[in-house]
């Protein structure tokens, strides 16, 4: 089935640099890949998003690219902020294309 | 539009006792989800269900863990009996009928603890 792996598992920055999480996935049929970030005592919540006909897509801050021959995928964020600081996860959809398989997560910490 | 509700927020068992978590989806969404999360770690598929059928229980531990989405809407996650190892954030999800890579919404999930 899928695997999915993303490092670092914690990054800290200061206000205002950029910061990039990479994940690879081991299935070569998975078409579509969220990120998700998780606050505090809160559920994940979608932030971007990109499906396996696009190579990169961007949402101000946020942009995430993805390279099939690879089978890698980045989210990176400029100009961070403190209240980027939270739990991001990268996910892909497992091999029956029917529910998200995740990385581990990467806790974000930005300095002011 | 209202999210994805869960209830309880916390939990608190001992060993070998029972436990249940409700999940109330986005009206409209076919597609529910449990999920486990245990500290440190990303989401874990338990069980995916497409209206009231299940889709996927791969990962379920059928000997003690157990799900229903009666009349297709919402949804019980029970654990009987619980161990130790099943202290963990439970997180129910749901997403648009049949739509493959649609977003899924998640609850803010269940922190049960097991002493």
């Known amino acids: 089935g899928e695997n999915v792996e993303q490092h670092p598992s914690t990054l800290s920055v200061q206000e205002g640099d950029s910061a990039v999480i990479k994940c690879t996935y081991s299935d070569s049929a998975s078409n579509y890949f969220p990120w998700y970030k998780q606050e505090l005592g809160k559920g994940p919540q979608l932030i971007i998003d990109?499906?396996?006909?696009?190579g990169e897509k961007k949402d101000q801050r946020i942009a995430v690219t993805l390279n099939k021959t690879a089978k890698h995928f980045s989210l990176h964020i400029t100009e961070t902020q403190p209240e980027d600081s939270a739990v991001y996860f990268c996910a892909a959809f497992n091999q029956a294309g029917t529910a998200l398989i995740f990385g581990k997560g990467t806790t974000l910490s930005v300095s002011s | 539009e209202a999210g994805v509700a869960q209830s309880p927020r916390y939990k608190i068992i001992e060993k070998r006792q029972s436990v249940a978590f409700w999940c109330n989806p986005i009206?409209?969404?076919?597609?529910l989800y449990w999920y486990q999360q245990i500290l440190g770690q990303g989401p874990k598929l338990l069980i995916q269900?497409?209206?009231?059928?299940?889709?996927?229980d791969s990962q379920l531990p059928k000997d003690r863990f157990s799900a229903e989405r009666l009349k297709g809407v919402d949804s019980t996650l029970k654990i009987q009996p619980a161990k130790l190892e099943d202290s963990a954030v439970y997180l129910c999800a749901s997403s648009f009928p049949g739509a493959l890579g649609s977003e899924a919404f998640f609850g803010q999930g269940t922190r049960l603890t097991v002493v």
């Open positions: 990109i499906r396996s006909n696009v």
């Open positions: 009206s409209g969404h076919a597609t």
């Open positions: 269900f497409q209206n009231n059928g299940v889709v996927d």
